[in-house]
Every structure is written in structure tokens, then in C-alpha cells.
T-cell receptor
Framework: KNQVEQSPQSLIILEGKNCTLQ??????????LRWYKQDTGRGPVSLTI?????NTKSNGRYTATLDADTKQSSLHITASQLSDSASYIC???????????FGKGTKLSVKP | NAGVTQTPKFRILKIGQSMTLQCTQD?????MYWYRQDPGMGLKLIYY???????DKGEVPNGYNVSRSTTEDFPLRLELAAPSQTSVYFC?????????????FGEGSRLTVL
């Protein structure tokens, strides 16, 4: 069954600290891995898209990594800011119809 | 560009009522999607469209209908609303599928069925 598991479910960190969010996926055939940021009450916004041949991709203070062999991805946030407080959603694309499989998200809270 | 615009943002329905969630995009994207997001769950695909006049069912289509008469508009129709349809609905669009198919989401429509 195609699915995406994210951990932790929620995370609280202090402003200025770094953190890493995890994503494991079982999608076959696999096409790409995406990370989205969703602020409370808003729609998701794309952070990165990586194909199976890409190991890492950065977007400002956000760096995503992908290990297609172990089917794992991580999102590293550097020098967190209060505005990073949001849910971060991992999405694996693939399957027989190129479907997007959404994880449940990790809720990050950055405290001053 | 306004991107993807959804209306209404909030709506309360009584069981058995019907309504249409509107979605329009100004990016000339061929692909459009409707998702629902339930608390603590990942987004689920309701319907999608690969171009004007073409629609297809997603993972959870029961109780919904769509139409795509123009490239810009992709309304979602709820017939005979049920409490199980209480959710946040997101419309999205993309230029293509695959690694270049970045999804652009609307701000969401929060629907409560009582």
C-alpha cells in the first residue's frame, strides 16, 4: 500500500535552534518527494521537490534530503524563526497513476 | 497573479442541503484538484481535472461532483450534505504532473455540516 509516515507528530523548539523532520515513504513506482509548509488556516505552500536522483535540495534555511534506497527523506530547518511555526507535510508522488500521497504532517512550534 | 482563489472561506450547512465550492486560477494551469483535509489526517484527493471538459475521480469522490467548463474554473458540488463532509477543502492547480508539477493551493474552504 502506498503511504507516507512522518515523525515526530509534533515538535517544540526554541527560536534560533535547528531541527530535523523525518519522512518515510512506501510508494512504487516512485517519482518525486515534496515538502510543503502549511501555516494555520492557510493552504500548503511548496518548499522543495526532489526526484529520485537528487540527494539534497535547499530553499533558504530549509534543506531537504532524500535517500531513495531507504525511502527516507528529512527536512532540516536552520536557525529557526517564530514564522517557522507551521505544519510541514511530506508528499511522495508515484504509483501507477502518478498520485500524490500526503503524510499527516509534523506540527512545529517555535517559541521565543 | 491572484493564484488559486476559493470561495467561500467558511460555510455552515444543514444535513441534506447542497452547495458549491468555487475555485478559480489565473495561472493557465491545465491540472486542477480538489482535496479535503480532516484533523490529524493527510490530504485526500476528491476529484481532479487534466483540462477543460475532462474530470476524474480521486480517492474519496462519493457525495461530490465536479465540472470543468473552462481552464480557469473547477467548482466542487456537494449534494445532500452529511456530517461526514465536515472538513477543510482545498483546491489546487499545477502546470503539469511529475517533478515539474508544483502544486499551488488555495486558502481553503472550511465546511461544517450540522
Amino acid at each position: 500500500k502506498n503511504q507516507v509516515e512522518q515523525s515526530p507528530q509534533s515538535l517544540i523548539i526554541l527560536e534560533g535552534k535547528n531541527c530535523t523532520l523525518q519522512c518515510n515513504y512506501t510508494v512504487s513506482p516512485f517519482s518525486n518527494l515534496r515538502w510543503y509548509k502549511q501555516d494555520t488556516g492557510r493552504g500548503p505552500v511548496s518548499l522543495t521537490i526532489m526526484t529520485f536522483s537528487e540527494n539534497t535540495k535547499s530553499n533558504g534555511r530549509y534543506t531537504a534530503t532524500l535517500d531513495a534506497d531507504t525511502k527516507q527523506s528529512s527536512l532540516h530547518i536552520t536557525a529557526s524563526q517564530l514564522s517557522d511555526s507551521a505544519s510541514y507535510i511530506c508528499v511522495a508522488t508515484g504509483g501507477s497513476q502518478g498520485n500524490l500521497i500526503f503524510g499527516k504532517g509534523t506540527k512545529l512550534s517555535v517559541k521565543p | 497573479n491572484a493564484g488559486v482563489t476559493q470561495t467561500p472561506k467558511f460555510r455552515i450547512l444543514k444535513i441534506g442541503q447542497s452547495m458549491t465550492l468555487q475555485c478559480t486560477q489565473d495561472m493557465n494551469h491545465n491540472y486542477m484538484y480538489w482535496y479535503r483535509q480532516d484533523p490529524g489526517m493527510g490530504l485526500k484527493l476528491i476529484y481532479y481535472s487534466v483540462g477543460a471538459g475532462i474530470t476524474d475521480k480521486g480517492e474519496v469522490p462519493n457525495g461530490y461532483n465536479v465540472s470543468r467548463s473552462t481552464t480557469e474554473d473547477f467548482p466542487l458540488r456537494l449534494e445532500l450534505a452529511a456530517p461526514s463532509q465536515t472538513s477543510v477543502y482545498f483546491c489546487a492547480s499545477s502546470y503539469s504532473v511529475g517533478e515539474h508539477g508544483e502544486l499551488f493551493f488555495g486558502e481553503g474552504s472550511r465546511l461544517t455540516v450540522l
